[in-house]
């Protein structure tokens, strides 16, 4: 029934290894989001996939960042060569319909990434 | 510059007592205002969503209201409960853009 789920809920990566965060969102909701959270700051937006439209990836912050949604449904979060200051909570959401009027997003409990 | 700041940035107050968290923002052009708490560990979750026509909106012991002339939100929190203990966040939607500004949050402390 569940909510929003993401994998792992912890992740500890060497700097320059690569790593993959997952996320499966509700059943039947049409948006999905990725959104990375550093301590102490607000939500940084990083993607978003609506139904078969492309992705909007305006929010990532380098070429070492990618995603994909198979089926529409599960995502992963790939980022590749990973830097100390990539360490942060990233967090998955999704809703839907288009998130930008009242829709409301319901969020997964995020994955925690220490880069050391 | 779209940006939503918040005050305090922490709070504590004891069990049973009332608080008030602020929320100013200046974006343009404005869709809605939604307060979300997040738990230590966990995902933000929806508390209120109000709409620019809307200058108050509850949801159990949460009340939140909406300026739109002063851009100005506040969330107060009646008889305030230990599991209320968590970060409150206030978060615009910027007219069709589904790109939400999030506020940095209020960590707020209740105590026994």
């Known amino acids: 029934g569940a909510g929003v789920s993401q994998s792992p809920s912890n992740k500890v990566t060497e700097k320059g290894k690569d790593v993959e965060l997952r996320c499966d969102p509700i059943?039947?909701?049409?948006?999905l989001y990725w959104y990375r959270q550093s301590l102490g700051q607000g939500l940084e937006f990083l993607i978003y996939f609506q139904g078969n439209s492309a992705p909007d990836k305006s929010g990532l912050p380098s070429d070492r960042f990618s995603a994909e949604r198979t089926g529409g449904s599960v995502s992963t979060l790939t980022i590749q060569r990973t830097q100390q200051e990539d360490s942060a909570v990233y967090l998955c959401a999704s809703s839907y319909l288009r998130g930008g009027g009242s829709q409301e997003q319901f969020f997964g409990p995020g994955t925690r990434l220490t880069v050391l | 510059k779209n940006q939503v700041e918040q005050s305090p940035q922490s709070l504590i107050i004891l069990e049973g007592k009332n608080c008030t968290l602020q929320c100013n923002y200046t974006v343009s052009p404005f869709s809605n205002l939604r307060w979300y708490k997040q738990d230590t560990g966990r995902g933000p979750v929806s508390l209120t969503i109000?709409?620019?026509s809307e200058n108050t909106k509850s949801n159990g012991r949460y009340t939140a209201t909406l300026d739109a002339d002063t851009k100005q939100s506040s969330l107060h929190i009646t008889a305030s409960q230990l599991s209320d203990s968590a970060s409150y966040i206030c978060?615009?939607?910027?007219?069709?853009?589904?790109?939400?500004?999030w506020g940095a949050g209020t960590k707020l402390i209740i105590k026994p």
């Open positions: 978060v615009v939607s910027a007219g069709s853009n589904y790109q939400l500004i």
């Open positions: 109000m709409t620019f």
């Open positions: 059943s039947g909701h049409t948006a």
